[in-house]
């Protein structure tokens, strides 16, 4: 059961389109249970209706025409239960629904299986027999195993548009794509879709503008692919025995065949660009190696995939991409990454769309800083589909709509004017301090990375640099940079702050953070070697960020030092130690420098319990927001399957924050927040309440939040964080919170619009 599962899977996934995979499903499924019938039953977003969409057994005439309320029939009862149904005698049941025109009432036995995507329910697939029998427990079990596997192929299809082709809809009902909010804001513009060259599959639908050019790219990558073969046959010639050594054989008969080099040359010729022609070849390939009974012949289908990431990996090197960059451009992708979205003129650069992570992942992080709407964690997702098609990002609620109907595009262009004239108004708070009605004050500080974000942060009215990520330019190069590279870096920012205070937080990586120079390879990075941990077990490498710091202060005095992924006090004494060895060693140089202040980030359970002993040492504390939720709610905040559990307002999360702070109150420490916490408006708002004394956070979130402080007196604030500490559910603090800024007229903080 599990080869023919494989089979299944690899077929459905190279099928061309939502069409072909249905009819892959119920052919296979009947032939693997011995069913007589086997259909699948697509719910519509409409109105909930459940359609018969592909079958075996039953009259094709009924595909499309059979459409069942969702209390109606055994389907409808399938999926209003969420749950299997296997039945001996279905006719007798007293919801058993009568089609003529599909011919059911010549089968008796009846299993039906919910398909669901994270909670949601696509529809049903149902396998039926003439005979009176309950299925067998495998074959419930192969059913819901196929309803898991036609899930994620109906939610891609709803993403590419083609559920509303197979419903035969005229209308575009401009469905939304659900994801999770990762920076708010709304964005109208154009796909701009990225890949790894490895993920063949991922390689977008494109037309080729130079198809001669297009040819020799495809031409050349295989030439090389050709000599890369071979030159990996030589080298390993005598070292392997004969049969292994036979794979390169294989592979070179594979790159000479002529079906590969003709086939991939007909689609770029029909007007498809290199590498979608090679994409659809391969995969051609594939199916037709799947579909053999021969198990050594179908083990070839891994040898045909191989070849095609080979082919696509030198063609991005043979040929560049030379496509003008729309002037609003969306960047879509599996897995957006921080240097793709650096590769887009941020002049250009519109919004950004993953089917991947969450509102803490790097990217999204990245996209607050630069102020654009982004949307994480969008599992429906079929970028391959979507290059150089109209979109509408809403980063509030976490939405896509692919080539929006007018009204939707009209409404959002209503929401994006109401947008840029609520932040125009609120520039003249820039000036203004950030203090409460009855005059408590609490200062807002910038997070950057990059010297491009310096302008926008002194622009913003902050009061210094509350997160300096230094890993930025070491992410950047294929190197570590050096002390006085780094120590230019550093006093520019420190420079154009000055005298405000400006806190570099020594190397971060590990985690989603990955050098390429530098590559760490563990099964469980976020719990790894990452932070302080690697810096400290790198002393060469400490040692230098920490002397370019120090370097780059002398003349200014507002540098603060901050060790991030603390969470045993014996890192800090080290930590110290090096810092003060960094100093010494300069004045041994003969230069005046000044000893800074220095904290850690806590953002770990450990540091939380440790924040006594962390405040006697230190002269201040940073809550890094993003990591301590992740932590405590051991979710991993860039998997999209539990990015719905990830959740700052969890009581924890706020019981944990309130700790912190009140034992900085105690030691007479201050005491920071520096992740997305601080710059949702109404979280702010709590946590000034906590007695936190700084909150920073993009420039773009700035002056929102400093609205919302101004708002506000800090009895009402007090009083608010109260009501919020004593509830148990994180939905119940969100309507606190937007019950209080809507209240008070703010309500355009937390939504689209005015």
């Known amino acids: 059961m599990l080869e023919t599962l494989h089979r299944i899977v690899q077929e459905v996934n190279a099928a061309a389109d939502l069409p072909h995979a249905l009819n892959i499903i119920v052919n296979r499924v009947a032939e693997a249970t011995g069913a007589d019938v086997a259909s699948v039953y697509l719910r519509t977003p409409e109105d909930g209706t459940l359609a018969l969409m592909a079958t075996v057994g039953l009259k094709e005439s009924a595909v499309g025409r059979v459409r069942l309320k969702p209390d109606e029939g055994l389907v409808g009862l399938v999926a209003e239960r969420a749950e299997p149904m296997n039945l001996e005698n279905a006719d007798r049941h007293p919801r058993f629904r009568y089609f003529p025109e599909t011919g059911e009432e010549r089968f008796h036995s009846f299993l039906g299986v919910p398909i669901i995507h994270y909670r949601n329910l696509l529809g049903v697939l149902v396998v039926q027999q003439q005979t009176h029998r309950r299925f067998e427990e495998d074959d419930v079990a192969f059913l819901v195993t196929m309803g898991a596997q036609l899930a994620g192929v109906i939610a891609h299809a709803q993403a590419s548009g083609d559920i509303e082709r197979l419903h035969r809809r005229a209308s575009r009902a401009s469905r939304p794509l659900r994801g999770v909010p990762g920076a708010r804001g709304v964005a109208i513009g154009t796909a701009r879709v990225v890949y790894a060259p490895t993920e063949l599959n991922a390689v977008p639908d494109r037309k080729a503008e130079n198809p001669h050019f297009e040819e020799e790219v495809f031409l050349a990558a295989v030439q090389a692919v050709r000599e890369e073969i071979k ?4 080298r390993l010639d005598g070292a392997l025995p004969a049969a292994e050594q036979a794979v390169f054989e294989a592979y070179q008969r594979i790159l000479d065949s002529n079906s590969l080099i003709q086939d991939t040359l007909e689609r770029i010729r029909a007007g498809s660009w290199a590498a979608g022609a090679v994409r659809e070849t391969i ?3 594939v199916r037709t190696f799947d579909e053999m009974e021969d198990a050594y012949l179908r083990e070839r289908a891994a040898d ?3 070849i095609g990431r080979r082919i696509l990996m030198r063609m991005q090197l043979v040929g560049s991409d030379t496509r003008e960059v729309p002037e609003h451009a969306i960047l879509v992708g599996q897995e957006v990454n921080a240097s793709q979205l650096a590769e887009i003129p941020q002049e250009r650069l519109a919004g950004v769309v993953s089917a991947r992570g969450s509102r803490n992942s790097h990217v999204a992080i990245l996209a607050r800083a630069l102020g654009i709407p982004a949307v994480m964690g969008v599992t429906e997702l079929d970028p391959a589909r979507l290059d150089g098609r109209e979109l509408i990002t809403d980063g509030y609620i976490g939405r896509v709509y692919v080539e929006p109907a007018r ?3 009209r409404e959002y262009k209503r929401l994006m004017r109401e947008e840029a004239e609520l932040s125009e108004g609120l520039k003249q708070l820039q000036p203004l301090p950030a203090e409460t009605t009855d005059g408590y004050r609490v200062g807002l500080y910038a997070n950057t990375g990059l010297i491009s974000d310096v302008g926008s942060s002194i622009e913003s009215g902050c009061d210094g640099v509350g997160l300096h990520r230094t890993e930025f330019p070491f992410m950047i190069r294929e190197h570590f940079p050096g002390e006085l590279e780094q120590a230019r870096l550093y006093r520019e920012v420190i420079a ?3 005298p405000r205070p400006v806190t570099l937080r020594t190397l971060d990586i590990g ?8 590559p760490i390879k563990e099964d469980n990075p976020f719990l790894g070697w990452r932070g302080i941990r690697m810096t400290l077990d790198h002393p060469e490498i400490f040692l230098t960020q920490l002397r370019a710091m120090l370097r780059a202060d002398i003349g200014f005095g507002n540098l603060r030092v901050m060790f991030p992924m603390v969470s045993r006090l014996e890192e800090v004494d080290e930590a110290l130690k090096l810092l003060k060895r960094a100093q010494q060693e300069l004045e041994e140089d003969g230069l005046e420098i000044n000893a800074p202040k220095v904290g850690v980030m806590i953002e770990v359970p450990a540091a939380v319990y ?13 809550i890094g927001s993003n990591d301590l939720a992740q932590y405590l709610l051991a979710v991993d905040r860039n998997n999209p399957r539990v990015a719905s559990l990830y959740d700052e307002l969890h009581p924890a999360v706020l019981r944990a924050v309130n700790a912190i702070a009140k034992a900085g109150l105690r030691h007479r420490k201050p005491v920071s927040v520096c992740g997305s916490m601080a710059g949702d408006p109404g979280t702010a ?9 700084g909150l920073s956070m993009s420039s773009a979130n700035l002056l929102r939040v400093k609205w919302v402080i101004r708002s506000f007196s800090s009895t009402e604030a007090q009083s608010l964080l109260q009501q919020a500490l004593a509830m148990e559910y994180p939905d119940d603090v969100r309507e606190l919170i937007a019950h209080a800024l809507e209240q008070a007229g703010l309500g355009s903080l937390i939504r689209a619009g005015k």
Do not use: C
């Open 231 to 234: 030159e990996l046959a030589d």
């Open 283 to 285: 995969n051609a390939h």
């Open 304 to 306: 045909i995939r191989d």
């Open 407 to 409: 009204t939707v595009r």
């Open 496 to 498: 154009a702050f000055a």
């Open 511 to 518: 985690g989603d953070k990955a050098l390429p120079y530098f």
């Open 610 to 622: 440790q924040v006594d002993s962390l405040a006697k040492r230190l002269d201040f504390l940073s």
């Open 685 to 693: 708002l709590l946590l000034m309440a906590m007695g936190i004394h």
